[in-house]
């Protein structure tokens, strides 16, 4: 059962302790350097509820862009998910084409081990899917 572990203006942090899964939702135009230190700290928090082999659905339809100079904390927060034991990661792109594009040169520079879709309902069946093999 998905459980919200923080919510706010910026993002939401659900885990789901049976398919041993992290549910991120981003949303907004992150602008400030606290948003995304408080972020890595409440992911921090999701994290110790999940264990190693968890997989993430990533749900960033309404993520604007990041200014440039917080990709590296931004990178630093996907570092951390795969220093926690993340298995892979589903993807929702952005609507913006920026931000999307933005999102991927970030991704790819983490190595994130990720899959993109347009549908959240998708998204969730291929991990179900990759959990099962």
Not at 44 to 64: I, W
């Amino acid at each position: 059962m998905k459980k919200v572990v923080v919510s706010n203006a910026n993002y939401e942090l659900s885990v789901d302790g049976e398919k041993n899964r992290l549910y991120i939702l981003c949303k907004g135009f992150w602008a400030k350097a606290e948003v995304v230190d408080q972020y890595a700290a409440d992911q921090a928090t999701a994290l110790s509820q999940v264990k190693s082999g968890f997989t993430v659905v990533a749900d960033m339809r309404e993520l604007k862009t990041l200014p440039l100079d917080l990709v590296p904390k931004q990178q630093e927060t996907q570092v951390a998910l795969a220093q926690a034991g993340m298995f892979k990661v589903a993807e929702i792109v952005p609507q913006s084409a920026i931000a999307k594009s933005q999102l991927g040169k970030v991704t790819k520079s983490s190595n994130m081990p990720k899959m993109e879709f347009a549908d959240y309902a998708e998204a969730e069946a291929w991990l179900d899917a990759q959990t099962k093999n």
